[in-house]
C-alpha cells in the first residue's frame, strides 16, 4: 500500500539522505509545514535557532568551512529569505557549499503580491550556484538530492530551493532520490597527459617557481599532495587569504600570505620568479594589484577546477583544469627532485626587513598601547596554533590572519570575496558546531560585532563555545585607516560610540573580560581557554593603528609600502 | 582592444528562468545584447539561443565561459559571421494609399526580392528574409517614400559552418559517464 507523506516530511527525510545533522534556522509563516515536520525529527536533525536569518547563513558558512560538509540555513519567505541573500552571495564569492531552504507562498497565489511574496529565485539567481523553486511535493526528493550534489561537487558554491507552501503541505508517494550526475554539468574536469607533461616540464625547467596556494587546496582536500608537490621540487610557495591553513605555517617552503596585506617577500618575489604556479585560486584583484605589472617575467601555470577562471584576470602560459587532489598528484608524479636554495634564500632579506619593521614592533611593542597584532599573536600561541581562526572583516582580520598561525588544515573562516561585517560571530558559531573537538577563537571589531550582535542570544542558548576576541579600537578601523592614509585624515563617520560590552555579555551569561595593559594579556587570553564554553575577552587597543605592510590600489605586488607617515 | 559583431549559440536544458541566467551575464559585463532568438533545438528538451553583440575576442571568451558555467546550460559558443549561416527575417506594414500614389515603392519591393503577403485598400503586408544589411537597406528606401506603417525584424538564426556537431558529440560524451 502506498504510505503518503507531507512534502515537508519528504524534506526531512531527504536532509536525513544527505547526512545532515545540524541546520540553522528561523521560522516564518510560510515554512511553518516544514517546521512542523522537523519537530518530529528534531533527534536527527539538530536544529540551531539563530537571532537573524543573515545569522543562520553565515552560521551555516563557518560549519562548511571548517567541516568541508555542506551548510543547511532554513527561513521563512519574503523577509527571511532576503535576510539570507547577504550569506549567500559571501557563499558564492568564496566557494562555499550551502544548501539554504526558504519557504514561499502558495504556487496558487505567486506572482499577486501576496503576504510574506518576493521573487526569491530571481534574487537568488545571480548569486548562487543553483536556484530551484518546489512547487510539488513530488519533486521534494530530487530538487533536495540535487541541491547537495551541485552545492558540494566541482567547485562548491551555495544553492537556494524555494519551497512553495502546498509543496510542503501536499501529499507525496517518497522514494528517495540520488542525483549524482546531470549532463549539462561536468564537475570535475579531466585534463589530458599532454597537459600534465607540459606543466611537469615547465616546472622541471624553471630556476625560480613560486607557487601561490588558494583555497582550492584546502576543497579539494589536496593538502598533503601539495605538500609533495613542494617539497619535491623544493618549490617555495604562498597562500592567499583564504588558503592560508592548506599548508602550515611553519612549513619550510611556506613563504608567507599574499595581497594587499600579505607579507613583503612572497608579494615582491612573485614580480621575479620565473615560473608561478597558481593553485586553486583566481587572482583577486587584492592578491595582484595592478594586472598590468603582475608578473610579467613569468610563465604562468594556473591548476584549477573551473574552467571559466582560466584567463579572467590574468592570461596564462597552461590551465590545468581540473580537481588539484589528482592533477598536483599527476604533475608530481613527473618532476624530478631538485633544489632552489638559492632562490629561496632570496626570500630571507624581505622577510627580515618585514620582520623588523612591521612585525616585530606590531606583535612584540616594549611600551605604548595594546596592539591588536600582539593580541592575535598571544592568542595563537597559546593555543598552540591548533586553534580555528574565525574574523569579521576589516583591521581585525587582517591583524588576525597576518598574525595567527595554522598548524591544521580548515582552520580560516574568513569573508574574502564579500568582504561581509557581521560575518564572524555567528560564522564563529556555526564552526563549533562544524568542529567541536576544536578551539574556536574569534577576532572581531567593534564595528563588526554590533552588525549580528544578536547572535549573543543563540550563544547563550547553545552554549556554544566561541572564544570571542574582541579588538576595540572605538573606530571603525579600516576604513578609518584609509582615510587616513588616502582621504587627509578626514574621518567621517568613522569613531565609533560603544556600548558597555561587558554588561552585554553579562545579559546573555556570557563571562568577560576586558584587558587594556599588556601585563594583564598573557593571563587573561589563559582565563579564556580555561573556562568553558563562551567567553568574551574585550581588548581595547591603539585607536589609531594600521595594518601593514600594504599594495596600495592600483600599486604593482613589488610596490608594497612598509610604514605610513602622514 | 577590437571589437568585433560575435553570434553565440548557446544550448541548455528546458527550463524555466534560464535565460534570465543568460542574459544576466551579459549585462553584468555590460555588453549589450544586438539581437536574440530563443526556440527548442533538434535535440528533444534541449533549447538554442542565438545571441548577437558586439565586444572583444576576450569578452566573448568570458560571456561563453560564464554561461556555460550555468548547471543547466549544456553549451554555448562564439562564432563571427563567416564560420555560420545566418538569417533574419522582417515584416513591413505599408500604406496602400502611398503605395498607389508612388510607383517607387513596388518597384523598390521587387528589387529587395520582398514578398506580399497580404494587400488591402489599407495596408500591405512585405515580408522579407535575408542579412541584416538587405533587411535595413530595403526598410530604409521604403521609409524614405514615407510608405511604413510598421517594422518589424527577428533576432538572427543561425547554424555552424562546421561539419561535425558539437551539441551530439558533448551529449554522447556526457551519457558514457551517466552511472
Known amino acids: 500500500m502506498k504510505q503518503l507523506i507531507t512534502g515537508a516530511e519528504a524534506l526531512m527525510r531527504s536532509l536525513e539522505a544527505e547526512g545532515v545533522d545540524v541546520l540553522f534556522g528561523y521560522p516564518g509563516g510560510a515554512i511553518m509545514p516544514t517546521y512542523d515536520a522537523l519537530y518530529d525529527h528534531r533527534e536527527r536533525l539538530h536544529h540551531i535557532l539563530v537571532r537573524h536569518e543573515q545569522g543562520a547563513v553565515h552560521a551555516a558558512q563557518g560549519y562548511a568551512r571548517v567541516s568541508g560538509r555542506v551548510g543547511v540555513a532554513i527561513a521563512t519567505s519574503g523577509p527571511g529569505a532576503m535576510n539570507t541573500v547577504t550569506g549567500i552571495a559571501d557563499a558564492m564569492i568564496d566557494s562555499t557549499p550551502l544548501v539554504v531552504i526558504c519557504g514561499q507562498v502558495d504556487a496558487a497565489v505567486m506572482g499577486t503580491d501576496a503576504f510574506q511574496e518576493v521573487d526569491v529565485i530571481g534574487v537568488a539567481q545571480p548569486i548562487t550556484k543553483w536556484a530551484y523553486q518546489i512547487r510539488r511535493p513530488q519533486d521534494v526528493a530530487w530538487a533536495v538530492s540535487r541541491a547537495f550534489y551541485i552545492a558540494r561537487s566541482g567547485r562548491p558554491g551555495p544553492v537556494v530551493l524555494d519551497f512553495a507552501k502546498n509543496a510542503q503541505t501536499g501529499l507525496v508517494d517518497y522514494e528517495p532520490a540520488h542525483v549524482d550526475f546531470i549532463r549539462s554539468y561536468r564537475p570535475v574536469p579531466v585534463p589530458s597527459d599532454d597537459v600534465i607533461r607540459q606543466a611537469a616540464d615547465m616546472i622541471n625547467h624553471s630556476q625560480r617557481p613560486l607557487v601561490l596556494v588558494g583555497q582550492g587546496v584546502e576543497l579539494g582536500e589536496a593538502q598533503a599532495e601539495l605538500q609533495q608537490f613542494l617539497e619535491l621540487a623544493d618549490l617555495p610557495a604562498a597562500c592567499t587569504l583564504l588558503g592560508l591553513s592548506a599548508l602550515p605555517s611553519a612549513h619550510r617552503l611556506n613563504m608567507g600570505m599574499l595581497g594587499m596585506h600579505g607579507n613583503l617577500a612572497p608579494n615582491v618575489m612573485t614580480n621575479q620568479c620565473d615560473l608561478l604556479i597558481a593553485v586553486g585560486m583566481r587572482f583577486d584583484d587584492r592578491v595582484t594589484g595592478n594586472v598590468q605589472t603582475y608578473a610579467r617575467q613569468a610563465k604562468i601555470i594556473h591548476f584549477d577546477i573551473d574552467p571559466s577562471e582560466i584567463n579572467k584576470n590574468i592570461s596564462v602560459d597552461l590551465a590545468v583544469v581540473g580537481n588539484c587532489k589528482q592533477t598536483l598528484a599527476r604533475v608530481t608524479a613527473l618532476l624530478h627532485e631538485a633544489r632552489h636554495d638559492e632562490w629561496i634564500s632570496a626570500f630571507r632579506p624581505l622577510w627580515d626587513k618585514e620582520n623588523e619593521r612591521v612585525i616585530r614592533p606590531a606583535t612584540q611593542p616594549a611600551e605604548g598601547p595594546l596592539l591588536m597584532g600582539e593580541v592575535v599573536s598571544r592568542v595563537s600561541e597559546a593555543t598552540n596554533h591548533q586553534a580555528v581562526l574565525v574574523t569579521d572583516v576589516g583591521q581585525n582580520q587582517m591583524f588576525g590572519c597576518r598574525y595567527f598561525r595554522y598548524s591544521q588544515p580548515r582552520s580560516v573562516v574568513t569573508s574574502g570575496g564579500c568582504g561581509t561585517m557581521g560575518f564572524g560571530l555567528p560564522a564563529a558559531i556555526g564552526a563549533t558546531f562544524g568542529a567541536p573537538e576544536r578551539t574556536v577563537c574569534l577576532f572581531v571589531g567593534d564595528g563588526g560585532l554590533q552588525m549580528t550582535l544578536q547572535e549573543f542570544g543563540t550563544i547563550m542558548e547553545q552554549h556554544s563555545p566561541v572564544k570571542i576576541i574582541l579588538l576595540n579600537n572605538n573606530f571603525l578601523g579600516n576604513v578609518r585607516q584609509w582615510q587616513q592614509m588616502f582621504f587627509h585624515r578626514r574621518y567621517s563617520f568613522t569613531p565609533m560610540l560603544n556600548p558597555d560590552y561587558e554588561r552585554i555579555a553579562s545579559a546573555y551569561g556570557i563571562p568577560s573580560q576586558t584587558v587594556t595593559e599588556r601585563s594583564q594579556l598573557d593571563e587573561a587570553i589563559r582565563r579564556m581557554l580555561a573556562t568553558p564554553g563562551p567567553y568574551l575577552l574585550q581588548c581595547g587597543v591603539k585607536e589609531e593603528d594600521n595594518v601593514m605592510p600594504m599594495i596600495p590600489l592600483g600599486a604593482s605586488v613589488d610596490e608594497m609600502m612598509l610604514e605610513f607617515k602622514d | ?179
Open chain 2, 1 to 179: 582592444m577590437e571589437t568585433k559583431f560575435y553570434t553565440m549559440l548557446i544550448y541548455s536544458e528546458n527550463f524555466a528562468g534560464i535565460l534570465n541566467q543568460i542574459t544576466a551575464v551579459f549585462t553584468r559585463r555590460q555588453v549589450n545584447i544586438e539581437s536574440l532568438n530563443v526556440c527548442a533545438s533538434s535535440t528533444p528538451g534541449v533549447h538554442k539561443y542565438t545571441i548577437t553583440c558586439n565586444c572583444t575576442e576576450e569578452m566573448a571568451k568570458m560571456l561563453t565561459k560564464q554561461i556555460e558555467k550555468k548547471i543547466d546550460v549544456l553549451q554555448a559558443h562564439y562564432f563571427t559571421d563567416d564560420e555560420i549561416f545566418i538569417m533574419e527575417a522582417c515584416l513591413i506594414k505599408l500604406s496602400t494609399p502611398v503605395m498607389m500614389r508612388n510607383a517607387e515603392v513596388s518597384r523598390i519591393v521587387r528589387h529587395h526580392d520582398a514578398h506580399m503577403t497580404e494587400v488591402n485598400p489599407t495596408y500591405c503586408i512585405v515580408e522579407k528574409k535575408g542579412r541584416t544589411d538587405d533587411i535595413l537597406s530595403l526598410f530604409e528606401e521604403l521609409n524614405s517614400k514615407g510608405a511604413v506603417l510598421q517594422f518589424v525584424r527577428s533576432g538572427r538564426i543561425a547554424v555552424t559552418r562546421s561539419t561535425t556537431e558539437r551539441l551530439d558529440q558533448y551529449l554522447e560524451e556526457m551519457e558514457k559517464m551517466r552511472k
